[in-house]
Protein backbone atom coordinates (compact mmCIF):
# COMPACT_ATOMS: atom_id res chain seq x y z
CA UNK A 1 0.00 0.00 0.00
CA UNK A 2 1.81 3.51 -0.91
CA UNK A 3 0.98 5.57 1.55
CA UNK A 4 2.74 8.12 2.83
CA UNK A 5 2.03 10.47 5.92
CA UNK A 6 1.63 14.33 5.86
CA UNK A 7 1.72 17.13 8.20
CA UNK A 8 -1.40 18.88 9.01
CA UNK A 9 -2.18 22.72 8.15
CA UNK A 10 -5.00 24.83 8.61
CA UNK A 11 -5.91 23.75 4.94
CA UNK A 12 -6.70 20.02 6.06
CA UNK A 13 -9.51 20.82 8.48
CA UNK A 14 -11.39 18.69 10.77
CA UNK A 15 -9.10 15.45 9.87
CA UNK A 16 -5.73 16.99 11.61
CA UNK A 17 -7.70 17.10 14.80
CA UNK A 18 -6.00 13.79 15.59
CA UNK A 19 -2.82 15.63 13.98
CA UNK A 20 -2.43 12.41 10.97
CA UNK A 21 -3.41 12.89 7.06
CA UNK A 22 -2.23 10.64 4.40
CA UNK A 23 -1.69 11.54 0.90
CA UNK A 24 -2.74 8.70 -2.01
CA UNK A 25 -3.29 9.00 -5.43
CA UNK A 26 -3.78 13.19 -5.42
CA UNK A 27 -6.10 12.74 -2.27
CA UNK A 28 -5.49 13.92 1.00
CA UNK A 29 -7.11 11.70 3.44
CA UNK A 30 -7.70 10.99 7.16
CA UNK A 31 -5.25 8.14 8.54
CA UNK A 32 -6.99 5.93 11.08
CA UNK A 33 -10.16 5.74 9.20
CA UNK A 34 -8.16 5.34 5.27
CA UNK A 35 -6.08 2.45 6.99
CA UNK A 36 -9.20 0.81 8.50
CA UNK A 37 -11.13 0.79 5.52
CA UNK A 38 -8.00 -0.10 3.12
CA UNK A 39 -7.35 -2.90 6.05
CA UNK A 40 -10.90 -4.29 5.54
CA UNK A 41 -10.62 -3.89 1.74
CA UNK A 42 -7.39 -6.07 1.55
CA UNK A 43 -9.28 -9.38 3.27
CA UNK A 44 -12.23 -9.37 1.08
CA UNK A 45 -10.25 -8.53 -2.22
CA UNK A 46 -7.53 -10.56 -1.14
CA UNK A 47 -10.64 -13.33 -1.20
CA UNK A 48 -11.91 -11.71 -4.42
CA UNK A 49 -8.57 -12.31 -6.69
CA UNK A 50 -7.66 -15.63 -5.18
CA UNK A 51 -4.68 -13.36 -4.39
CA UNK A 52 -1.84 -12.71 -1.19
CA UNK A 53 -3.08 -9.57 0.89
CA UNK A 54 1.07 -8.20 0.39
CA UNK A 55 0.70 -8.46 -3.34
CA UNK A 56 -2.45 -6.35 -4.20
CA UNK A 57 -1.79 -2.67 -5.00
CA UNK A 58 -4.81 0.10 -4.71
CA UNK A 59 -5.29 3.00 -6.21
CA UNK A 60 -8.07 5.27 -4.81
CA UNK A 61 -10.37 6.31 -7.75
CA UNK A 62 -12.58 8.82 -5.73
CA UNK A 63 -13.10 9.53 -1.96
CA UNK A 64 -16.46 10.85 0.19
CA UNK A 65 -15.39 14.67 1.18
CA UNK A 66 -18.41 15.98 2.34
CA UNK A 67 -18.04 17.81 5.74
CA UNK A 68 -15.79 15.66 7.73
CA UNK A 69 -12.48 14.49 6.64
CA UNK A 70 -11.66 12.26 3.29
CA UNK A 71 -12.19 8.54 3.27
CA UNK A 72 -11.63 6.49 0.52
CA UNK A 73 -15.31 5.77 -1.84
CA UNK A 74 -14.01 4.13 -4.82
CA UNK A 75 -10.88 2.13 -5.00
CA UNK A 76 -8.91 0.00 -7.93
CA UNK A 77 -7.14 -3.33 -6.59
CA UNK A 78 -4.75 -5.21 -8.79
CA UNK A 79 -2.42 -8.06 -7.80
CA UNK A 80 -1.64 -11.86 -9.30
CA UNK A 81 -2.69 -10.23 -13.01
CA UNK A 82 -6.09 -9.42 -11.81
CA UNK A 83 -7.95 -6.59 -11.04
CA UNK A 84 -11.16 -5.35 -9.54
CA UNK A 85 -12.65 -2.26 -8.37
CA UNK A 86 -14.59 -1.64 -5.12
CA UNK A 87 -17.47 0.78 -4.06
CA UNK A 88 -17.90 1.64 0.28
CA UNK A 89 -21.72 1.27 0.94
CA UNK A 90 -23.48 3.24 3.17
CA UNK A 91 -26.51 2.90 4.95
CA UNK A 92 -28.43 5.51 7.35
CA UNK A 93 -28.47 4.71 10.95
CA UNK A 94 -30.68 4.01 13.12
CA UNK A 95 -28.86 5.69 16.09
CA UNK A 96 -29.07 9.24 14.92
CA UNK A 97 -27.39 11.45 12.25
CA UNK A 98 -24.59 10.37 9.84
CA UNK A 99 -24.18 6.75 8.33
CA UNK A 100 -22.88 3.36 9.54
CA UNK A 101 -20.28 1.78 6.72
CA UNK A 102 -22.06 -1.71 5.04
CA UNK A 103 -18.58 -2.76 3.90
CA UNK A 104 -16.94 -2.97 0.08
CA UNK A 105 -19.17 -3.91 -3.08
CA UNK A 106 -16.82 -5.13 -6.00
CA UNK A 107 -18.65 -2.93 -9.23
CA UNK A 108 -21.04 -5.20 -11.46
CA UNK A 109 -17.73 -5.56 -13.87
CA UNK A 110 -16.20 -8.37 -11.59
CA UNK A 111 -13.07 -9.41 -11.64
CA UNK A 112 -11.33 -9.05 -14.58
CA UNK A 113 -7.68 -10.86 -15.81
CA UNK A 114 -4.96 -10.06 -17.94
CA UNK A 115 -5.02 -11.09 -21.64
Not at 4 to 33: H, N, P, R, W, Y
Not at 41 to 52: I, Q, S, V
Not at 70 to 90: H, S
Not at 104 to 113: F, K, L
Request: hydrophobic letters at 35%; glycine letters at 12%; proline letters at 5%.
Amino acid sequence: MRIATISCSIFLGVGCAAGQAVEMDGFTLEKAKTEELLGKLERRAAYDLGCPGPELKYTILAVHDDAGPDMPKQVGVNGCERWATYTMEFIPSRYGPGNDETGWRMDVTGVQTAR
